[in-house]
């Protein structure tokens, strides 16, 4: 299958989680589309992943996976070993009056609600982001004007070399959808900061938004979110639309006609249409505004 080569010649250490070789990554992205991750690594725990990690050569990539909801993966599929957290590492708690502890592989949804119930407020945002924890950590996920560095204290990591570490606010040096996490590391848990809030008017605070979001996005579409990062001064939906590209289509990749700045797969695009399509937008903003826009979805993985 994907990747022969490799399968036959390296020896995988043991693992108390879950590993699968060859195993299809299209139906774990929003997409829906790509290749099959060499191996898929689900691990028990945190000790697991570091055990793993720590015996693997050192030769093998390693990637993590969230809910796929800022990913393409290409058609050819991601060499060496794509870790996937579940439910082990998807459970949120509040520590005290203003702190929650989260798993890296906790959703969004479950960190805000978990935030309400205990009466914790300015995580409510979290709410209309559709990802894990460990994805809002490395992309500096945010919405309605709040970021992740916002209400970050520190995460727990495991590096490739399978070493622990713990990483403050400051190590993760956050700009706009971007942190300086290291290649390969996989965030297994965070610890968010708000403050004190009334339940009630929290619940408010996350119905306003995900009746907001309702509005603007096609969020029941095979999609990746925001396609381009806002360049400074600009909103990238605005200069995607003046550029003519509402409703363009390459193949079964669309330009979202409600939200210029998401890429859809109408039903059978494959990653290369999607990716040739946003470089088919990128190359029409360039020439109608003389803006160079930028990748926010992450592009993983080989070509077909
Ligand atoms: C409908 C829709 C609306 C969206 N709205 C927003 C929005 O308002 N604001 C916003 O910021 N984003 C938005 N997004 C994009 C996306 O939800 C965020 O970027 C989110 O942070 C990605 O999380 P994920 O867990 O799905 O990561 P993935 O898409 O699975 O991965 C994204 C990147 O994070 C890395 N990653 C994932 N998990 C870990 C981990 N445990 N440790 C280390 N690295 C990890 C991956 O390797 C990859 O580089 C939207 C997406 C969709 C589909």
Redesign the pocket.
Known sequence: MGHPRLTATIALPPVRGTLKADAPLAPLV?FKAGGAAQWLFEPKDADDLSDFLAALDPGVPV?????????IVRDGGVPGVVVR?GKPFAKVTALDATTLTCG??ASGILVSSTARDNGIAGLEFLR?????V??????N???YGRETCDILVECDIVLRSGARVTLSNADLGYTY?HST?PDG???VSATFRGHPGEPAAIQAEMDRIAAAREES?P?RSK????TFKNPDGHKAWALVDEAGCRGLQLGGAQVSEKHTNFLLNTGEATSADIEALGEEVRRRVREKSGIELEWEI?RVGKAK
């Open positions: 929003w990637m993590a996976l969230g809910l796929g909801s800022n990913l957290l890296g592989g209309s982001i559709p990802g894990t460990g994805g809002f950590v490395r992309m996920g945010g919405a959808r996490l590391a996989v965030v996005q969020l999609t990746g979110g925001s992450q």
